[in-house]
């Protein structure tokens, strides 16, 4: 199952990219994808599949588009 993720804000300059392509092996919650890869909890993370914002807890499917969103400061 291949599926496009792309970073936002703080999460962009921590992974050092935008977006990337990532094969997943079997089905996968989107809160624990992100654990997974930024080896945390997803506390305070907002999550989109397909330009659609979901809760933590939803399973991801072949060709989805993942963003994480980290939380806005103001100023």
């Not at 997803?42 to 999550?47: K, P, Q, T, V």
Request: charge should be negative; hydrophobic fraction near 40%; proline fraction near 5%.
């Amino acid at each position: 199952m291949v599926i496009q993720i792309l970073y936002f804000a703080s999460l962009r300059e921590e992974r050092q990219a935008e977006e990337e392509t990532h094969t997943l092996l079997q089905p996968i919650s989107i809160s624990a994808l992100f654990q997974q890869i930024f080896g945390r909890p997803a506390e305070g993370i907002r999550f989109a599949i397909n330009q659609s914002y979901v809760n933590g807890d939803t399973i991801l499917e072949d060709g989805d588009e993942v963003a994480f969103l980290p939380p806005l400061g103001g100023g």
